[in-house]
């Protein structure tokens, strides 16, 4: 092998040890952000500003597209919310139905404990959501 050749192996195997850093690099910021959100569920507008972030990070959006996205990820969001808003009843229901039924099977002190268990629940689930529980909860 002559001296050339060793130099251009050797830039060669820089090079690609490079990339494969940035590679890495890049995947475990995006797998960091990820376990960040996966441990919570984020509010609507903490989503749409982590993804408007993600995504002006990632594609390196000009003024016009990032001001384009966030009005797509507005006009998305209303959207998303009048189907929640639609879907609400018949999921409040389902569950109703669900605790009921598993009500029925339970003996009397379980149902007592049950009836704990599905209060503090509740409790926990209603307070994040900036919301009323449904009636009943």
């Known amino acids: ?3 050339l050749q060793g130099r251009r192996r050797a ?14 690099g890049a ?5 960091a952000a990820f376990l960040r ?31 384009q996205v966030e009005s797509i990820l507005d006009e998305t969001s209303q959207r998303f919310a009048a ?6 009843p018949e999921f409040d229901a389902i569950n109703s ?22 209060a503090a629940r509740n409790r926990r689930g209603w307070q994040g959501r900036g919301r009323i529980p449904p009636r009943g909860r």
């Open 97 to 118: 139905d669900r605790e009921d039924q598993v009500m029925a099977v339970l003996r009397p002190e379980q149902q007592q404990a049950y009836e704990q268990l599905l």
């Open 37 to 67: 959100i996966r441990g919570r569920r984020l509010a609507p507008g903490e989503y749409k500003q982590w993804l408007l972030n993600e995504l002006d990070e990632r594609l390196d959006l000009d003024d016009v597209q990032r001001e």
């Open 11 to 24: 830039t060669l195997a820089l090079a690609s040890a490079f990339g494969v850093g940035a590679l890495a």
């Open 83 to 88: 189907v929640r808003e639609a879907m609400e």
């Open 27 to 31: 995947g475990g910021s995006w797998w």
């Open 1 to 3: 092998m002559t001296e």
